[in-house]
């Protein structure tokens, strides 16, 4: 994913339902059928794809296991 930048809306609809607009999803790698996971922060809500935050989770779990010399299966 290349480092982008920029701004855009959508419009709540009355179930809570929102568009994510092709853009957005084309910058995230989002593809019809996958999920996104929303984080919020106070007032702040980032919305990412559950695959690659999963991912990172992961990554930030095991981190530094390999270097402790335990094998990672």
């Known amino acids: 994913m290349a480092a982008t930048a920029f701004?855009?809306?959508?419009?709540?609809m009355s179930k809570g339902?929102?568009?994510i607009p092709?853009?957005?999803r084309?910058?995230?790698g989002i593809d019809t059928?996958?999920?996104v996971t929303f984080i919020v922060d106070g007032n702040n809500v980032r919305v990412v794809n559950s695959a690659v935050y999963?991912?990172?989770q992961f990554q930030e779990k095991m981190g530094g296991?390999?270097?402790k010399g335990r094998s990672i299966k």
């Open 54 to 56: 999963a991912l990172m």
């Open 22 to 24: 092709k853009n957005v």
């Open 33 to 35: 059928g996958d999920r």
């Open 7 to 12: 701004v855009n809306d959508a419009r709540v």
């Open 65 to 67: 296991e390999t270097e």
């Open 26 to 28: 084309a910058a995230l």
């Open 17 to 19: 339902q929102v568009t």
